[in-house]
């Protein structure tokens, strides 16, 4: 069989974690598409392996990736090639950049490769994550889900710090809206909410699962309206 276009397989690192569907999750059915994961670590040792339609890359038993390691994939699209291809990948409900799409003129069912992890992202970070989205065209569609964790410290990390410093700096706001300045309120809620969203995701505390990050968030934007709306106004001075 002819190898997957380029485009195909710079689709696939990015669609790796989505098509990891454990079976008894019947909200992201695996269809037509198969795809086995396995990522290493810095001297290529294998830590983990995933296949879609096994029960792999749950929350309690998410892929395990290292950050000075590799992810190694092998998928197909079944029985029948799917051209005019588009594809996305979200996470935590929220889409992102990644998405893209082939006209796969030759019919290619099938591609692999191997992704270094450092070499994907500007900076390292750790933490657990909800990943959702879509492969479809002209012949067939792949939709799932599925859960990965980069493995480490998050206080070693760039992005756990500036998490923190935004979740601070929103609280500062926050105090300055119950002083009156309802704009800083607003704003202040909405940090708030993007910094703890991002340390909980990070510390890999997800309390209520794949809605934990959007849950806080949309709890301390509603903490951030309420003080503008009913925290004291300032007395205009009177002339």
């Known amino acids: 069989?002819?190898?997957?276009?380029?485009?195909?397989?710079?689709?696939?690192?990015?669609?790796?974690?989505?098509?990891?569907?454990p079976a008894s999750a019947s909200a992201f059915p695996l269809t037509t598409c198969t795809l086995t994961v396995t990522s290493t670590d810095a001297s290529g040792k294998t830590i983990a392996t995933a296949t879609g339609g096994?029960?792999?890359?749950?929350?309690?038993?998410p892929l395990l990736v290292d950050w000075d390691g590799t992810v190694t994939w092998h998928g197909t699209s079944g029985d029948n090639a799917i051209k005019n291809n588009s594809?996305?990948?979200?996470?935590?409900?929220?889409?992102t950049p990644l998405r893209g799409g082939d006209a796969n003129d030759k019919g290619n069912k099938v591609?692999?490769?191997?992704a270094s992890v450092r070499g994907n992202a500007p900076?390292?970070?750790?933490?657990?994550?909800?990943?959702?989205?879509?492969f479809r065209g002209d012949g067939g569609s792949c939709v799932g889900s599925g859960w990965f964790k980069l493995t480490g410290s998050p206080a070693s990390t760039i992005p756990f710090w500036i998490a923190?410093?935004?979740?601070?700096?929103?609280?500062?706001l926050l105090v300055l809206g119950l002083a009156g300045s309802w704009g800083w309120a607003v704003l202040g809620g909405l940090?708030?909410?993007?910094?703890?969203?991002?340390?909980?995701?990070?510390?890999?505390?997800?309390?209520?699962g794949a809605w934990t990050p959007l849950a806080a968030l949309a709890l301390f934007v509603v903490v951030g309206l309420a003080v503008a709306i009913f925290a004291p106004k300032p007395t205009p001075p009177a002339f």
């Open 191 to 208: 940090f708030t909410g993007l910094g703890l969203a991002a340390v909980l995701a990070m510390l890999a505390v997800l309390p209520i």
């Open 87 to 95: 594809w996305h990948v979200d996470v935590f409900m929220v889409p």
């Open 123 to 134: 900076f390292q970070f750790t933490g657990l994550y909800y990943v959702s989205g879509e």
């Open 111 to 114: 591609g692999d490769g191997t």
């Open 164 to 172: 923190v410093v935004l979740g601070l700096l929103g609280l500062a």
């Open 1 to 21: 069989m002819r190898p997957a276009p380029r485009r195909l397989l710079l689709a696939l690192p990015a669609l790796f974690v989505l098509l990891l569907l």
């Open 54 to 61: 096994a029960d792999d890359a749950t929350e309690t038993n």
